[in-house]
């Protein structure tokens, strides 16, 4: 019987001799099965592939945090809730969209410290919900965070407290 001598083999160099190396530019975070949120790519060829992707929304954790349908929990971008009106505000929410359609939109961060996807959120028709809760007076500006429309919040805010005050 011959036995044969073991090679010893360094992966990582024999990769690098292969004439083509595929390198992926996009880091993908397997955060989220990319069938529920499509962020702009087209996966398979299913027919319901619209521009937006409208979901329902099933509870209402508090003014900031939503569970949708699909068991999403999202995080409203640039809302902070105000303890004095959390109850006002959750009613809000729960009068205008629990069981509506809605649908996302995106800022440049995806995820909070958590892991909640962050969100800015909009009715079939089109109402900002972020932007209604600040203009009711229902939630306080997040001021911690860089978002879009942090400027646009804020003096909805400022709108918001002068009508109070008249």
């Known amino acids: 019987m011959i036995t044969q001598q073991t090679r010893e083999i360094d992966v990582k ?4 001799r292969l ?3 595929f390198k992926d530019p ?3 975070d397997k955060k989220v ?15 319901d592939q619209k521009r937006d992707t409208y979901y329902s929304v099933k509870d209402i954790l508090s003014p900031e945090l939503l569970v949708l349908s699909n068991g999403l929990k999202l995080r409203l971008i640039g809302v902070k809730e105000k303890k004095e009106v959390n109850g006002a505000a959750v009613k809000f929410l729960s009068s205008k969209i629990k069981g509506e359609k809605v649908f996302m939109k995106y800022d440049a961060a995806k995820y909070d410290d958590e892991g909640n996807l962050l969100c800015y959120l909009y009715l079939k028709n089109k109402t900002f919900i972020n932007a209604h809760l600040i203009k009711n007076g229902l939630v306080q500006v997040d001021n911690e965070t860089e978002f879009k429309y942090k400027q646009k919040f804020i003096t909805l805010l ?8 008249n």
Do not use: M
């Open 13 to 16: 160099e024999e990769i690098n």
């Open 19 to 21: 004439p083509y190396v």
């Open 158 to 165: 400022r709108e918001a407290n002068a009508q109070t005050q």
């Open 26 to 28: 996009v880091k993908f």
């Open 33 to 47: 099965d990319p069938k529920k949120l499509r962020f702009g790519s087209k996966i398979d060829d299913s027919p």
